[in-house]
């Protein structure tokens, strides 16, 4: 891995831009400035949580607690943490492309600040998902219930975006075939995947466990994909996004985080890409009307269609209507009117003849889909 430019260096070269699959030292806000505009496609941000902390935390055989204690998690007041809040959200909204989404963690102590701030913003709200830990930290004061769980906004960059990336069928068959449910189930952070100094304490307090970013990369992205991660802390969003074949971009002030993510990433290895094919289905194609079978050649005016047992034979006409007796209409509408049903799906119902038998008209609509891919390529 390359090492990291400053905030100055950034700039898109001929080819791949040079910020691509690097870590910008610098403030998010100002590094997000020198990125170019619309030029991402999924952002995870893990902001500061603001935790308010008032004093240390111990044990109950009064062992200090490893609490998130840091200078970059302190703000001065609810008010201070709101137009920090605002600012990276209005950056990161500049850099986001009309079609892509974000994804924002937290805890109750922001989680509903940030939410509401980017619906005033204009970000479109799709799920909060809450990501369960099956091993959280005791609530060792016992004065309140185990906070279990932490809380993600996924959102659109406004509420016209309708073509956001949502990888439906392969979080479906990862689920047992099942719709995945918005309660994500995942241990925190332990074991070989904490990252650890040579003093055996923690490199980052809030790391994240690379399983929770992979299914966000899985659900939201496609391979070759740019994720921005505003506050990149240990990396994981870069490693994880590496070994899926996705571009990352991360932004971190602390050297001493840099470091650590640099190597971290430096050592993944990307999986091969057939592993890291999205599954697909047909809600995920291309959109073709019947009418491009005709401007494709693939179909003629005249031309007969009939259904699966030959009952019926309908004319196409030039429009890309079909005509049966005395009716006529679309595809589906046609196929509906001659079987008496108030719905028909066209694609499905009608075949045409090649070689004495019959095909669905489904085989031309997918020789027009695989065309439209090779010339998008």
Known sequence: MSSSPSVEEVSVAAGKARWLDTIIKGDCVAALEKLPEKSVDIIFADPPYNLQLDG?????????????????????????????????????RRVLKPNGTIWVIGSYHNIFRVGAIMQDLGFWILNDIVWRKTNPMPNFRGRRFQNA????????????????????????????????????LFPICTGAERLKGTDGAKVHPT????ALLARIMMASTKPGDVVLDPFFGSGTTGAVAKRLGRHFVGVEREQAYIDAATARIAAVEPLAEADVAVMTGKRAEPRVAFASLLEAGLVRPGTMLYDSRRRFAASVRADGTLSFERHAGSIHRLGAIVQGLDACNGWTFWHYEEKGGLKPIDELRAVVRQRLQVSAA
Do not use: C
């Not at 790391?207 to 690379?210: D, M, R």
């Open 149 to 184: 769980h932490e809380t993600m906004i996924w959102a659109s960059r406004d509420a016209s975006a309708k073509g956001y990336t949502f990888n439906y069928e392969a979080m479906k068959a990862a689920n047992d075939d099942l719709q995945m449910r918005s309660d994500w």
């Open 56 to 92: 240390d935390l111990h044990r109950p055989d009064q062992s200090k607690v490893d609490a998130v204690d840091d200078d970059w998690d302190r703000f001065e007041s609810f008010a201070a943490y709101d137009a920090f809040t605002r600012a990276w959200l209005l950056a990161a």
């Open 207 to 210: 790391q994240k466990p690379e």
